[in-house]
């Protein structure tokens, strides 16, 4: 069996988009996988494309063989956008060579681990934990700033996450789990501070 082409694919979600590809086979067997990386759905597709190149004509169930070729056969590594784009034929060769010997990919990968899986939503406020809480959920992540999407207002940064943290933890009670995501945005001695402050 060969890889003989790697087709993208972005679907429009609203305030988040999508990016998927197929990996296709001279066997009619195919894989889907995902990479998205918001805001930037388009590298993430030039990515996959650019890595595609060195994939055609290769083997698709020899997995670990063919990241390493997405790799390292590239002058650069690559960061996030090539991360992802890797991600996503990654996990359709998975779902290819499942497809080929009829088992799903956890069984390939070493078997059930558990039978259920704990899920967490989002809350960018107070109003959003309650609704999550109503909604059943026990675990929600906030932004680590609150402040306008491309808004960076480091003196205020510490107080406000405090602050609203500090609302949250008292409205809520101690049974609920609030994580913070906090996007990358902070260099280490803001994120220290922003640590410190939660704490």
């Known amino acids: 069996m060969k890889i003989t082409d790697i087709?993208?694919?972005i679907m429009q979600g609203g305030n988040r988009n999508w990016v998927f590809c197929k990996v296709?086979?001279?066997?009619?067997?195919h894989g889907w996988g995902e990479g998205t990386l918001e805001r930037h759905e388009e590298a993430v597709e030039s990515g996959i494309k650019t890595l595609a190149?060195?994939?055609?004509?290769?083997?698709?169930t020899e997995i670990e063989k063919n990241w390493q070729i997405m790799y390292r056969h590239g002058f650069w590594r690559g960061g996030v956008v090539m991360g992802s784009a890797m991600a996503a034929i990654d996990i359709a060769l998975w779902d290819l060579t499942g497809k080929a010997y009829n088992l799903p990919i956890y069984k390939m990968l070493g078997g059930a681990v558990r039978d259920r899986v704990r899920a967490y939503t989002h809350?960018?406020?107070?109003?959003?934990g309650w609704d999550a809480v109503d909604q059943?959920?026990?675990a929600f992540k906030t932004g680590g700033w609150a402040i306008g999407e491309n808004e960076f207002h480091e003196s205020d940064v510490v107080d406000v996450l405090r602050e609203k943290i500090k609302g949250m933890r008292s409205e809520l009670g101690p049974d609920v789990q609030i994580m913070i995501d906090n996007h990358g945005r902070s260099r280490p001695s803001?994120?220290?501070?922003?640590?410190?402050?939660?704490?």
Request: glycine share 14%; aromatic share 6%; charged share 30%.
């Open 24 to 29: 296709e086979t001279n066997e009619g067997i």
């Open 136 to 138: 059943g959920f026990s």
């Open 7 to 9: 087709k993208t694919f």
């Open 123 to 128: 809350a960018g406020d107070l109003r959003g």
């Open 53 to 60: 190149s060195r994939l055609i004509g290769r083997d698709p």
């Open 190 to 199: 803001l994120a220290n501070r922003q640590i410190a402050a939660v704490e």
